[in-house]
């Protein structure tokens, strides 16, 4: 990506911003703010671009704050103005570093993970020299990284950005400068797989409605950016200028380029009649839904008959109003999802009734719509006076505001029986909390609303869990709390999946290769590297002595699981014996992405190595610059790991389980993913050809924490949160056992207080927002939702915890006492963090040492032992009318009664 710097040295008057907004047509923007400035004067331009804010020395807090609340994405600050910031969310902040050599240190404690890079003019800005700034620094893998310096050559430019590097440009560089141009950079990091070399391109209005797919070239592409016009290349009369003969115009308002750099998307103000040839808006058909809606408004507007509703509703302000209240009302008391869905079409089409009747456009409601989900300032969300009191017959509910960030207060007022209690947020809450009071409600909804599994990461630094009781929750809602968010339909999962599979069986390392180039954007020339000796990987004294000690537990409590082999006489001249056996070849799957798991890394290959397996083949995708994080490598060299697989995702999965030239099939593919690799790992176990098996299904991270009045709220807000951080598909819940208004609170203002400080605080946000907490009255009732449930991670934070361990039924792993954090059972208490998800734990059990072993039985009869056991096999074979079975006993014991009358 490359972001565009615009310097403000005064107050941006409409012509600034105006020159900005047209000179900026791809990419986000930068705005130098070198002394102070009235910031609402910014907001048209923060709601038309992504914008950060790049401040001067002497900002204070409430400029950043400022900045955000009026729409800007971060606020560049230095190390030193980032201390001072405290109420500022991380998240929302960028880090600005100095990317000379010699001057790097280790990125301190709560850094954000957006990190600005400035080089000094002297130093030429070119991909090696970002690289090994990025490493003085010891900027982590998955951090954001934007460099800025002398500009550079356009394709170097492409190189950066291809290599995950964001650039920032001099804005009115890019405008002016040939050598330096937007379309230039855009052709510089372009590929196309076409024999023409032209660029498929997807033509976009300003609602991203589609118009067409067309094609593009570096010349069409150079003619589009520079005339702000629809310019494409038609494959048979060259370039086309979309709208010269027909008038059906386009202004060029911003140009995407795809996540694989072999497509663009043109976002358009198309004039006319509309795009396609046919004399319609779309080439995919009429305007449909909102948008059409607002089409056929615009039309009336202007048409509709003298006298007609539609005419009076334009004409008559009154009528309007008077028609907006009502609908609002009727939303407001409807209750059933087919009354909801009415009256919210009844609102909307008054709602863009008002914005035709006053020129406001869609586009101007989801710019809007946008700053306020960007604002940081928090106001209560209570109603307005005048309307609190409205509707005495409706149900009244109050909770706390909505900076408390947490489990709801609940109150329910008049008619708290007649509708299931359900707060409103107002002004510029952003978050809706679904409550089933311990005292209000009739438990007559067939179904707990919960928050929707494909839910949108949130600007909010806590969105909040669901509470609920469980005097008011039925037995068929109980099972629904019990069901974990949805994260991908299966069926599209499989159609995702299955392809990558027959691909890598089919063309082996090759398209290992590609597939990895595609999803991790990192070009290898094998996709195996060997793991070097244990004293040549490089990691601190810190690390090696923590990963020591992690090794030595999990390794210790892992070789106490190794049995003898069993023997026992079942009757005279019957030995039946066990033993086990290693699997020979065995693929362990660590994930990457957004964090480095060593741990991951340990919990597999210990066991396997405890074990004996004799072939282990380690699989982690690669960091952007093709290798794996050393501590990754210290755990495999440490174990006996002679190869990695560089790969993740199903590609991985299916080149251990298929094979390929450089790949060795394994017997066995154990470890955690996501969903992608988790259906592929379920899909080869099931395929006969691949006689793969499967540790288990393990899916998304989850725990549950019981806690009463004397667990710590420290303490509780602490183990949600290690697990919520994993990722925005994780859950977890909290059992909330006799626990008082005032103790919840606690644990909400505890959760609050943690998160914002957490540098993963956003995707624990969004996992948080699809998890709940459930209140009971005894250990013994929360154990029985937790046995139902079937949790990963089970925390017992009660009094005497460990009295209540064998009422555990169900779970991954349980963590018992005030000290038990689920954290030292991930790293380095001994037990195995690989643990089943999904209340798979009710059914399965987590890795251990006999996940890499097979249970081999053998028996040795004597003749006096088939003597004895003979006749019952003799019958039960013709029972089941297999004479075969019967005659292998029965030759034997004649030949055996034959022997004995020769004596």
Not at 32 to 59: G, I, M, N, W
Not at 87 to 103: D, E, M, Q, S, Y
Not at 419 to 441: E, F, L, M, Y
Request: charge should be negative; charged fraction near 20%; include cysteine.
């Amino acid at each position: 990506m490359i972001i565009s710097k615009y310097s403000l040295e005064g107050p941006p008057d409409a012509g600034w911003i105006s020159s900005v907004e047209e000179s900026c047509i791809w990419g986000d923007l930068c705005i130098h703010a070198t002394q102070p400035t009235d910031v609402k004067l910014l907001e048209p331009l923060f709601r038309s671009r992504q914008c950060s804010v790049q401040l001067h020395d002497a900002a204070t807090e409430d400029d950043c704050l400022d900045y955000l609340d009026a729409g800007a994405m971060y606020v560049v600050l230095t190390p030193e103005q980032i201390k001072k910031m405290e109420n500022v969310p991380k998240n929302r902040i960028a880090c600005l570093l100095a990317g000379t050599k010699g001057c790097g240190t280790a990125l301190a404690e709560g850094i954000p993970s957006l990190v600005f890079l400035h080089f000094p003019d002297s130093v030429p800005l070119t991909r090696a020299v970002v690289a090994q700034g990025c490493q003085d620094h010891k900027i982590p893998d998955n951090f954001q990284v934007i460099v800025s310096g002398k500009p550079p050559s356009c394709q170097e430019a492409g190189k950066m950005v291809v290599a995950g590097y964001t650039v920032q440009m001099d804005g009115a560089l890019t405008a002016s400068d040939a050598e330096l141009s937007v379309a230039g950079i855009l052709t510089g990091m372009l590929k196309s797989d076409r024999e023409d070399g032209l660029f498929p391109t997807v033509v976009v209005d300003e609602s991203h409605i589609s118009l067409g797919l067309v094609y593009s070239s570096a010349k069409s592409l150079a003619e589009a950016i520079r005339l702000r016009r629809g310019v494409y290349q038609s494959r048979k009369r060259g370039l086309w200028f979309k709208g010269e003969s027909s008038g059906d115009t386009q202004d060029l308002l911003r140009v995407d380029i795809d996540c694989d750099f072999d497509s663009l998307r043109f976002i358009v103000r198309q004039h006319g009649v509309g795009f396609c040839h046919l004399q319609r808006y779309s080439c995919f058909g009429p305007r449909t839904g909102i948008e059409g809606m607002v089409k056929i408004l615009q039309s009336r507007k202007q048409n509709a008959p003298a006298g007609s509703y539609t005419k009076r509703l334009f004409d008559d302000k009154k009528l309007l109003q008077s028609k907006l209240l009502e609908e609002a009302q009727e939303l407001a008391d409807a209750v059933t999802p087919k009354d909801v869905a009415w009256e919210t079409a009844d609102v909307l089409y008054f709602a863009m009734v008002k914005c035709v009747q006053t020129g406001v456009s869609l586009s101007d409601v989801s710019q809007m719509l946008l700053q306020r989900t960007r604002r940081v300032r928090r106001r209560r969300g209570d109603a307005k006076p005048d309307m609190a009191g409205n509707g005495a017959a409706h149900t009244h509910l109050s909770v706390s505001p909505a900076t408390s960030l947490g489990f709801p207060s609940v109150s329910v007022g008049n008619g708290a029986t007649s509708k299931q209690a359900k707060p409103k947020p107002k002004g510029n809450a952003t978050c809706s909390i679904t409550v089933v009071s311990p005292d209000g409600g009739n438990g007559a909804a067939s179904k707990l609303a919960r928050p929707a599994a494909d839910a949108k990461p949130v600007e909010d630094v806590f969105t909040g869990l669901q509470v609920h009781a469980s005097s008011s929750v039925s037995a068929t809602q109980r099972e629904e709390l019990c069901r974990r968010p949805a994260v991908t339909d299966n069926n599209r999962l499989m159609k995702i999946v299955q392809p990558i599979l027959a691909d890598v069986r089919s063309r082996g390392d090759k398209a290992v290769l590609e597939l990895t180039a595609k999803f991790d954007n990192v070009l290898l020339d094998s996709p195996v590297i060997p793991v070097p000796p244990l004293e040549e990987i490089q990691v601190t004294d810190e690390v090696r002595d923590a990963l020591e000690v992690a090794y030595s537990n999990v390794y210790k409590f892992h070789d106490a699981q190794l049995t003898e082999p069993l023997t026992v006489e079942t009757c005279p001249g019957v030995v039946c014996r066990r033993f086990s056996r290693a699997i020979e070849k065995v693929g362990l799957y660590v994930p990457g992405g957004s964090a480095v798991l060593p741990s991951t890394a340990l919990m597999l290959s210990v066991p396997a190595r405890v074990a004996g397996c004799e072939h282990v083949l380690l699989a982690t995708p690669p960091r952007k610059d093709g290798t794996v994080s050393p501590e990754v490598l210290y755990v495999a060299a440490k174990s006996g790991i002679k190869t990695i697989l560089l790969a993740g995702g199903a590609q991985a999965i299916a080149a251990m389980a298929y094979g390929t030239e450089s790949v060795p099939k394994v017997d066995k593919i154990c470890g955690p993913g996501n969903a992608f690799v988790t259906m592929a790992k379920m899909l080869v176990q099931n395929d006969s050809t691949a006689m793969v098996g499967i540790d288990m299904p393990a899916g998304p991270s989850e725990v549950m924490v019981v806690a009463d009045s004397t667990a710590n709220p420290v303490f509780v807000a602490a183990d949600l949160l290690s697990q919520a951080e994993h990722g925005p598909d994780s859950q977890v819940v909290l059992i909330a056992v006799g626990l008082s208004s005032d103790e919840l609170e606690a644990v909400q203002a505890e959760v609050k207080s943690q998160l914002s400080k957490l540098p993963r605080n956003e995707i624990a946000s969004v996992a948080l927002s699809k998890s709940f907490a459930l209140r009971v009255e005894t250990v013994d009732e929360g154990l029985a939702f937790a046995n139902q449930y079937a949790p990963e991670h089970l925390i017992l934070n009660v009094r005497d915890a460990a009295t209540c361990v064998e009422k555990v039924v169900n779970a991954g792993s349980v963590f018992v006492g005030p000290y038990s954090a689920e954290s030292c059972g991930d790293y380095a208490s001994g037990t195995n963090h690989t643990l089943p998800t999904y209340s798979y734990a009710k059914m399965y059990s987590g890795v251990n040492t006999g996940t890499f072993q097979k249970q081999i039985t053998s028996q040795e009869l004597t003749a006096e032992g088939l003597v004895n056991i003979g006749p019952a096999v003799a019958t039960l074979a013709a029972v089941e009318g297999l004479e075969a079975h019967r005659q292998a006993v029965v030759l034997r014991m004649e030949h055996i009664k034959q022997q004995q009358q020769q004596q």
